[in-house]
Structure formats: structure tokens, C-alpha cells
């Protein structure tokens, strides 16, 4: 007599389906992360420069690869949302510069409170934005003709105000050491990184967390279907030339919080590796796609190249050919990961 079981019997077939519809969903989980390229970029940048110094894995070099973070990120986060809405700011290098030399121009040069200084140089910031914003809007202008127009105007604006020199400060202020000037301990690391940390918390949650994040999606994906759904478009695409704006003048005051120096030219390439900054992290020229999160990573990913090169005895004037071949590799990689995404029927996220 043959005695049957009460457990089903599983087809080798159906085995073999089960296992690809796992690989298929895991293959989908990683398509899906926007952070993984330039997370990889960075272990392997960080290997290079560690074999080839040893003095990359001190605390020094860390201080030094966050200081230059805190330069790309902050102006690299606000040129991302822009990005996210679908439009381009290559004024932010010349707001960068700016800026800070108003406040030093109001502060140092006529006596004006510091902490109105301050208040003023990120008023002239928005103000800045929002023209580039409106003209964009209005005039139905690309907006990186715009921003390049408005930005060489404003480069010109900083030459003459000082006839090309520097303002520096001498001596001590609490507000600059809240800006940046100040150190932990003996660490060798800014105050700095925290401002940093918490625009990138701020934004990522915001973008991820709220309507207005939505929205600003929204806006950069599909601005037509957008406006269909009730979307406010320009108000949104208005608040992030604005946000871009704010966020590069406050770039440059760090900066000279952090070295006591406000120049003409500082930061002339700026505009183009905060763009480099939101592409490596994840963000598509399109619009409609980015991460705050994968901004922070590239730009530590540059501060780790640009301490790596002078720690190696690399000339760093070969950091800005490096910068170009990164954002070429990042926009095939984009690319690449899009198309493999596809296939698995994946939308990565943003």
C-alpha cells in the first residue's frame, strides 16, 4: 500500500522561475538606487589615493576633503534642485564670489553691523534669483542663457567693486567662527561640515517628505502635466532659482568665514562643477530626477580627488580635467543605468 504525502510537490520549472523573478527583483533594487555609481566611485577613487599615500587616510586629509565637501556640496545641492525643476543656474560662481564680497565691502570697508552684512549679502543673493527666475519665466528664455548672461554681468559687478582686489579680515568675530572658522578639537575639521549636513538633511527631506518635493519633481518631469494638475510651476521653478542663489552666496560667506578672504575671482570654475556635483550624484540633465543625498557623495568624491592629487604630488591643475572626465563618465553611466533599469521594468528613484 502506497502512502501519499500532504506537502505539494514543486515543479523544477517553477524553481527555476522563482529564482529568476528573485534575481530579476533584486537586480530591480539596485537599479533603483540613484547613490550606487558614485558611492562605487568613491571606494575606488579612495583605494587609488590611499595606495598611492598613505598620508590620504589621516585626520588632516579628512579635515581638508571636507572643507572642499562643503564648498561643492552646499552650491551643488541648490544647483540640484534647480536641476530636479528642469532648469540650470551658471550664475552661482559669480554669486559665489559676489556675495561674500559684499559683506566684506559693508562689513570691513564702511563699518556695517557683520551680522547685517549677512542679512544683506543673501538679500542681494534672492534678489539675484529671483531675476534670473523671472526673466527665465517671462521672457521664455532657456535658462542657462539667462544665468550665463547674468552671470558674467555680475562677475563684472564684483571686479569693480573692489578694483579686482581681495577685502581680508583680521582678528576674530563669533560670527565668523559660526560661519566656519572654527575648528573641533584638534581635529583640523570646520565647523563648516555642519552647515553642509544639515542644508542636506533639510533638502533631502523636504524633497522626499512634502508636496513641495512632489511638486519640484513634477515641475522638471513633465511641466505641462504638471501645470494640468494644479501645480503651481512657475512659483515652484521661481523658489528654486532662489534656493540656487541663496545657497551659492552662502557657499562664498563660508569660504571667508572659514579663511578670512572675500576675492574677486574666487570660485570661477564653481558653476560647472556644482553641475559635475548634481550629475555624478545621480541627476539627470533632463529634469525631473536627482538626489540631495547623491550630491553630498559626489561632492566628497571631488574633495577626495583634489586632496588625493595634492597628496600624491599631482600638479592641481589637473584637477579640472578630472572634473570633466567624470561628468562625461557620469552621464554614460546615467545612461547606462537607465537603460539596464528598462529592461528590468524599473523606475529608479529619486
Excluded at 502512502?3 to 515543479?11: D, F, K, L, Y
Excluded at 552661482?92 to 570691513?108: K, R
Aim: aromatic content about 10%; some cysteine.
Amino acid at each position: 500500500m502506497t502512502s501519499q504525502g500532504t506537502g505539494a510537490v514543486t515543479e523544477p520549472g517553477a524553481t527555476r522561475s522563482v529564482g529568476r523573478s528573485s534575481l530579476v527583483s533584486m537586480l530591480a533594487r539596485v537599479f533603483a538606487v540613484q547613490e550606487l555609481g558614485v558611492l562605487a566611485a568613491g571606494l575606488v577613487i579612495g583605494s587609488v589615493f590611499a595606495f598611492l599615500s598613505p598620508e590620504f587616510l589621516t585626520m588632516a586629509s579628512a579635515g581638508s576633503i571636507l572643507a572642499s565637501a562643503v564648498q561643492f556640496g552646499i552650491v551643488g545641492v541648490g544647483v540640484t534642485v534647480l536641476m530636479i525643476a528642469g532648469e540650470f543656474d551658471l550664475s552661482v560662481a559669480s554669486v559665489y564670489s559676489l556675495c561674500p564680497l559684499v559683506m566684506a565691502w559693508l562689513w570691513i570697508d564702511h563699518g556695517v553691523n557683520v551680522f547685517l552684512s549677512l542679512t544683506l549679502a543673501l538679500a542681494l543673493a534672492a534678489s539675484i534669483g529671483a531675476i534670473n527666475g523671472l526673466a527665465t519665466l517671462l521672457l521664455n528664455i532657456p535658462s542657462f542663457i539667462i544665468t550665463l548672461a547674468t552671470g558674467l554681468f555680475w562677475a563684472g559687478v564684483s571686479l569693480n567693486l573692489t578694483g579686482g582686489y581681495p577685502i581680508s579680515y583680521f582678528g576674530t568675530s563669533p560670527v565668523m567662527s559660526w560661519l566656519g572658522a572654527a575648528e573641533m578639537g584638534s581635529s583640523k575639521i570646520s565647523v563648516s561640515i555642519f552647515w553642509l549636513v544639515a542644508i542636506v538633511v533639510i533638502l533631502a527631506s523636504v524633497l522626499r517628505m512634502t508636496a513641495t518635493g512632489n511638486w519640484v519633481f513634477a515641475c522638471g518631469g513633465d511641466g505641462r502635466a504638471a501645470r494640468a494638475m494644479g501645480v503651481p510651476v512657475a512659483v515652484v521653478k521661481l523658489g528654486c532659482f532662489i534656493l540656487s542663489s541663496v545657497l551659492a552666496a552662502f557657499t562664498g560667506i563660508v569660504q571667508f568665514g572659514s579663511f578670512g578672504s572675500a576675492t574677486p575671482t574666487q570660485g570661477s570654475d564653481l558653476a560647472l562643477t556644482a553641475l559635475v556635483v548634481a550629475v555624478v550624484g545621480g541627476g539627470s540633465l533632463m529634469g525631473g530626477r536627482g538626489s540631495i543625498v547623491g550630491a553630498l557623495l559626489a561632492a566628497i568624491v571631488l574633495g577626495m580627488s583634489y586632496t588625493g592629487l595634492v597628496l600624491s604630488g599631482v600638479s592641481t591643475t589637473w584637477f579640472q580635467s578630472f572634473v570633466g572626465f567624470l561628468l562625461l563618465f557620469a552621464v554614460i553611466m546615467n545612461l547606462r543605468m537607465e537603460r539596464l533599469g528598462a529592461r528590468f521594468g524599473v523606475i529608479r528613484k529619486s
